[in-house]
T-cell receptor, first 110, second 115 residues
């Protein structure tokens, strides 16, 4: 079936790196996404990776994709209090639809 | 340029009533999708429209309906509201024919509370 799983909570200290993990089940995914949702706001596209890539870096963000294990991770370097939010992993299936994880709530402690 | 605009931001309705939510996509975007977000279920896909045609529909009862106008603005309607319909309703638009491969821009949502 189609499913995306994420751990629900992550707590880090300011300045440390955060790693948010996601696993998916459908091997026909074409793109995988990371979205960020701050309180009271909609979802903001952070980054995405094409399924034939292993890694993508964008400033403080690094996305790693292990297609064999169907595992996606988002690393945020030098995490700041402004990074506190819910992070959603999503995969596009056969260009037809997006399957979403339940989101990981990241708390950054000063 | 202006982002995705959803109105109203907050809404309180009584069980049995009906409600209409509005979404104005980014200018030039023709693909609009709607999602229901609840703490327990996460993001659940409602529908997707492109050029006034519904292209995809999620697993929601017929009480949930939507449409898209020629200017790409979209509305969704929920009839005979139930307590379980309380949620944040998010609209997202994309400039591509399908937003699946290029990501969506989301609005801030409409928070619907059914009492």
């Amino acid at each position: 079936g189609e499913d995306v799983e994420q751990s629900l909570f992550l707590s880090v200290r300011e300045g440390d790196s955060s790693v948010i993990n996601c696993t998916y089940t459908d091997s026909s995914s074409t793109y995988l996404y990371w979205y960020k949702q701050e309180p009271g706001a909609g979802l903001q596209l952070l980054t995405y990776i094409f399924s034939n890539m292993d890694m993508k870096q964008d400033q403080r963000l690094t996305v790693l994709l292990n297609k064999k294990d169907k595992h996606l991770s988002l690393r945020i370097a030098d995490t700041q209090t402004g990074d506190s939010a819910i992070y959603f992993c999503a995969e596009s299936i056969n260009n037809r639809k997006l399957i979403w994880g339940l989101g990981t709530s990241l708390a950054v402690n000063p | 340029k202006a982002g995705v605009t959803q109105t109203p931001r907050y809404l309180i309705k009584t069980r049995g009533q009906q409600v209409t939510l509005s979404c104005s996509p980014i200018s030039g975007h023709r693909s609009v999708s709607w999602y229901q977000q609840t703490p327990g279920q996460g993001l659940q896909f409602l529908f997707e429209y492109f050029s006034e045609t519904q292209r995809n529909k999620g697993n929601f009862p017929g009480r949930f309906s939507g449409r898209q106008f020629s200017n790409s603005r979209s509305e969704m309607n929920v009839s005979t509201l139930e307590l379980g319909d309380s949620a944040l309703y998010l609209c997202a638009s994309s400039g591509r024919e399908t937003g699946y491969n290029y990501g969506y821009t989301f609005g801030s949502g409409t928070r619907l509370t059914v009492v």
